[in-house]
């Protein structure tokens, strides 16, 4: 139930509820120590009080003194040392009279009228006892307004007599604490014992603790809604605007969102949003990508798919062997024309997913030029007599970042569409140098009848075409994939006539690093 409630919860809602609970278990423990703390620090106090209460009456016992005025005010005189750290030690008869009053012995007068009418409390009337205990209103603890006189008649009919017993009262903001016993001999009580302390230092330590715990939880209460502003401020606000813009994308709105402003942020936020846009970017540019090249492909398989119909149509209701023959050959180029268009266009939709998972290290792009050259060579050079040639002034060396076998593709690309347009025996180059500002320049240049001129600006398009039938059949992808990756490589791609005759492709890549042999 608890995990299910959480779970419909923001990060900033949990927090708050979670320090919520903690706080509540906290303070339920803070309630029962404090509620604790009075009675622990009484108990420690009462247990002074009665070992004070049980060494005196040995000594009365000891000594055999009688619970009269005359030799209790003698024993007084004689061990008050005892009872120097205690603020009053009174002693009653069996008949509840006083007969001795630690109080007695105090030589300043102040102090003495200062108890007077406490001690002379107990000696009075019950009536005149209640009407001075109405007027100092003596509280107890337990909302009763009673006398020292009081107390012992209750203790001495109680089950609790023989037992030492404590009770605390308040008085004009004086918390005293108060033991009594009687004292027996030979299973007569010969009277009673009672010690009242000044407990102001349990109330001020219950008052210190109650303030400590008061103001920790205030402060505590303060740093959890600072940090609760900060996490909201600074971390949760940013993820529910990165939330914002992943929904933007997904339901292809147009809305602005805050990411570009999170772009900025150097801490671990900032590299998340600029991976996520730059991860967007790319998977957008992939989708365009797949939507255009779906778009061409269907709009190119349309025109043989339409002459593969007619074609076929017309087969079945021709009996004339040489048109069947002719028809029959158009459906096979046709069939072969849409085979190269699929081949082609999804080994470009791989050249683009392979790309992005290879890993991009410093080539000497060299010995790759000329292994894809000394492979045509040993092909075209027999097939059609052409002669490949691979040019460079042998001094430096050409280092780049890229992928291997994708620099092997962009130059056998090339290759092969130079030597397609050539006629043959006819020469084709390929050379390498460096431009002024040390990028590395390969040229692939034919003697082919070049490119027509109002068609320079689509060459690079996919499905473009401008060879005769005697040249062979492409698909018009060739190029096109070799733009995409050199594209991919942050290099440069340019296509142009010589001004002699055949045509010249130029790539441009960043160099890495010029040597000198």
Do not use: C
Not at 19 to 26: D, H, P
Not at 130 to 143: A, F, H, M, V
Not at 330 to 355: C, F, G, N, P, W
Not at 414 to 433: G, M, R, T, Y
């Amino acid at each position: 139930m608890l995990s299910n409630f959480l779970k419909n919860l923001s990060i900033l809602k949990k927090f708050l509820f979670i320090n919520f609970i903690f706080f509540t278990i906290i303070g339920l423990f803070t309630f029962i120590y404090l509620k604790n703390v009075q009675p622990n620090l009484i108990k420690k106090k009462s247990s002074n009080h009665i070992e004070v209460i049980n060494n005196t009456i040995d000594n009365l016992k000891r000594l055999n003194v009688k619970f009269v005025r005359k030799d209790i005010r003698k024993f007084l005189f004689s061990t008050r040392f005892l009872f120097q750290n205690l603020d009053r030690v009174i002693f009653f008869d069996d008949k509840l009279n006083l007969i001795g009053d630690t109080d007695t012995l105090d030589l300043d007068p102040r102090s003495f009228s200062q108890r007077l009418d406490t001690i002379e409390l107990e000696v009075l009337d019950s009536s005149t006892t209640k009407k001075i205990t109405e007027e100092k209103k003596l509280d107890t603890g337990n909302n009763k307004i009673i006398s020292l006189n009081d107390v012992l008649m209750n203790y001495a009919s109680s089950k609790n007599f023989g037992i030492p017993y404590t009770f605390t009262e308040e008085e004009f903001n004086k918390f005293k604490l108060t033991t009594i016993k009687n004292v027996m001999k030979d299973g007569e009580n010969l009277g009673y014992l009672a010690i009242t302390e000044n407990a102001n230092d349990i109330k001020a330590a219950i008052d210190e603790r109650k303030s400590f715990v008061i103001r920790t939880a205030i402060a505590v209460g303060i740093v959890i809604l600072i940090f609760s502003f900060v996490l909201n401020r600074y971390f949760l606000k940013p993820i529910k605007n990165l939330v914002s813009y992943t929904k933007t994308i997904k339901n292809k709105e147009l809305k602005k969102t805050n990411i570009d402003t999170l772009k900025l942020r150097n801490d671990e936020l900032g590299l998340l949003s600029s991976s996520l846009d730059d991860m967007t970017l790319e998977l957008q540019k992939r989708i365009s990508h797949a939507e255009n090249f779906s778009t061409d492909l269907v709009h190119e398989i349309r025109n043989p798919l339409a002459s593969l119909k007619s074609a076929s149509e017309i087969l079945h209701d021709t009996n004339d062997k040489e048109q069947r023959l002719k028809l029959i050959n158009i459906l096979s180029h046709d069939v072969q024309r849409i085979e190269r268009l699929i081949t082609d266009y999804s080994q470009m939709l791989k050249d683009e997913v392979a790309l992005s998972k290879e890993k991009i290290k410093k080539l000497d792009i060299e010995p790759i030029i000329k292994s894809v050259v000394d492979d045509f060579n040993n092909i075209y050079k027999l097939k059609k007599g052409i002669k490949i040639s691979y040019k460079n002034d042998g001094k430096n060396k050409y280092f780049i970042y890229g992928i291997e076998n994708r620099i092997e593709q962009i130059i056998a690309n090339l290759l092969d569409n130079a030597i397609s347009f050539s006629e043959n025996n006819k020469d084709v180059i390929v050379q390498v140098s460096k431009t002024d500002d040390n990028k590395v320049l390969i040229k692939v240049l034919d003697e082919g009848r070049g490119f027509k001129e109002k068609d320079m600006n689509k060459i690079f398009n996919r499905f473009y075409s401008n060879r005769p039938e005697n040249f062979g059949e492409h698909s018009g992808l060739g190029l096109n994939i070799v733009k995409n990756l050199v594209e991919l490589h942050n290099g440069q791609i340019n296509a142009e006539n010589n001004k002699e005759k055949g045509a010249k492709v130029e790539i441009i890549f960043p160099a890495t690093q010029w040597k000198v042999d």
